[in-house]
């Protein structure tokens, strides 16, 4: 079946230093690739999304790039801070079947003080 | 803001009981969505809805059910609670299948 795999699971970077997560999506047909933070004891939150016909998009310290030749799209946060500790949530949505959007696994994000 | 409740946050039920989460979104949402989160396996499909009175399984139905019977309010069903249902469940809505999704806080079930 469609599947979109995270990597990497856990990730730990100094405060200031920044972090990449990288999603790759098996379905072709998708074209629209958001991005959630999810906060302990809350659920997860839209951070950023990008579509199929856009290769980067930024809003502050928070980028998204999207490789459609090679199925795969990524997170970059820069000059972390402590609140960017949290789990992060790539997905997918196939155009064919647009109520199935598909998850990555999560990253947990820890930032070192 | 979208807003999304969830009538829990944390419910303890034990094996057999009849379980009902309810989710309310006030936006005016065609689309609302259950799903579970289990570690590792990150954010699991249960049923959506796409308009009041209608439901499509997701990828993990079994075991449970739901009900829209009015566009703002989605309840999951769990029939007969088992302990391998002790889980968070999400809620979420969203105005069109291809667009964001809203979550809610999140229900924490323990199934003793």
């Known amino acids: 079946g469609e599947n979109v795999e995270q990597h990497p699971s856990t990730l730990s970077v100094q405060e200031g230093d920044s972090a990449v997560i990288k999603c790759t999506y098996s379905?072709?047909?998708?074209?629209?690739f958001p991005w959630y933070k999810q906060e302990l004891g809350k659920g997860p939150q839209l951070i950023i999304d990008?579509?199929?016909?856009?290769g980067e998009k930024k809003d502050q310290r928070i980028a998204v790039t999207l490789n459609k030749t090679a199925k795969h799209f990524s997170l970059h946060i820069t000059e972390t801070q402590p609140e960017d500790s949290a789990v992060y949530f790539c997905a997918a949505i196939r155009y064919s079947s647009a109520s199935k959007i598909i998850f990555g696994s999560g990253t947990r994000l820890s930032i070192r003080p | 803001d979208v807003k999304v409740t969830q009538s829990s946050r944390y419910l303890v039920k034990r094996t057999g009981e009849k379980v009902f989460l309810e989710c309310v979104q006030d936006m005016d949402h065609e689309n609302m969505f259950w799903y579970r989160q289990d570690p590792g396996l990150g954010l699991r499909l249960i049923y959506f809805s796409y308009d009041v009175k209608m439901k499509e399984k997701g990828d993990i139905p079994e075991g449970y059910s739901v009900s829209r019977e009015k566009k703002e309010r989605f309840s999951l069903i769990l029939e007969s609670a088992s302990t391998n249902q002790t889980s968070m469940y999400l809620c979420a809505s969203s105005l069109n299948p291809r667009e964001t999704q809203y979550f809610g806080p999140g229900t924490r079930l323990l199934v003793l």
């Open positions: 990008i579509r199929s016909n856009v």
């Open positions: 379905d072709s047909a998708s074209n629209y």
